[in-house]
């Protein structure tokens, strides 16, 4: 792996193996395991770059792997859309009643959510009719799209950026930018580990991690499936707010890790963060440092240097494209354009 401007460190070698499919598979419809398994031999290089699973009520089994692909029921990449498997309703029920072990009785509260978490830590997204009251959403009713998300957990990606991300043993306040599935939440989960095990760092630090959506640890029941460190307590499915101050009350963090800040209410949480003395590093949206100075909920961290670092990832290379470093006080550029760091697991 390494970490450029301009260098994608995902979708080499260590993508999505044996253990991702014997994980995501077994939970889908058998027609459409089939034809997956058939595509893992026939494609095997896209298969690697393996990131999304989409099934659509109606409409051709689809892969993002790289590219967005059609995929035919012998597993190779459609060239038209009527070559590709179909897909329809009864597929997708099928397929979540398989995840929520023949009962959806299990996925109440996974269908109030609109997202389900496989062993392994993938998650899975729900759409379809939903079934609200007095204007609040009570729970999904009817499923007709579901998005799997391969979970990668990736040792090591972040290795070379630590020392940028540290100051003597204390963690720097961070925030890691990037638009949509650029990798942002694997590089938070790989950092959290670091500094929990003490990797690449003066010394470990307790951390108390807030993973809202389950995305950083991949919980299942409540048990982290992906590797977050020894020494990280973790919170699944609790909202940010509540979930910040539970830690700081009961579970002595020196950091706090969340995941996809960006709300007015994120914002003052991070400024509470601040008075206890303790570190964070987080996530949010944005294109770039510009875009990200600009957006209201996140301007006035920017203005004000409450953050300390800003690391920028892209896709322009693929998932995992890092773009540079800042001081987030001073604005200064710590990882020039094109400087190449390898990184080391």
Known sequence: FMYSRGRAFFGQKGGVG???????????????????????????????????IRLR???PLQVEAGASLLVTADGAPAVRPDQALPVEAPDVLRT????????????EEELREGFITLPGGHRVGLAGECLVG???????????SINIRIARQLKGIGRRLLPYLTIGDRPLRTIIISPPQAGK??????????FSNGEGVPAPVKVGLVDERGEVAGSYRGVPQLDVGMRTDVLTGCPKREGVFLLLRSM?????????????????????????????IATAHAWDTKDFARRPSLQRLWARGLVERV????RRLGPGTLEGVWNGQTKEALLAEGQRLEAKR
């Open 185 to 194: 939440t694997t590089l938070l989960r790989d950092l959290v580990r670091s």
């Open 134 to 144: 007095r204007g609040t959403l009570l729970r999904l009713k009817r499923v007709t």
């Open 311 to 314: 690391v920028l990832l892209s």
């Open 57 to 59: 009520a109606g409409q």
């Open 18 to 52: 044996l253990s991702y499919a014997e994980q995501v598979l077994p939970f889908l419809v058998p027609k459409v395991r089939w034809a997956l398994e058939r595509f893992r031999r026939v494609a095997p290089e896209k298969w690697a770059r393996l990131e999304e």
């Open 252 to 280: 002595g963090p020196q950091l706090i890790a969340t995941d996809e800040i960006g709300r007015p209410g994120d914002l003052e949480l991070i400024e509470e963060i601040l008075n206890t003395g303790v570190g964070f």
């Open 96 to 107: 979540v009643q398989l995840m929520g072990g023949n009962s959806l009785y299990t996925l």
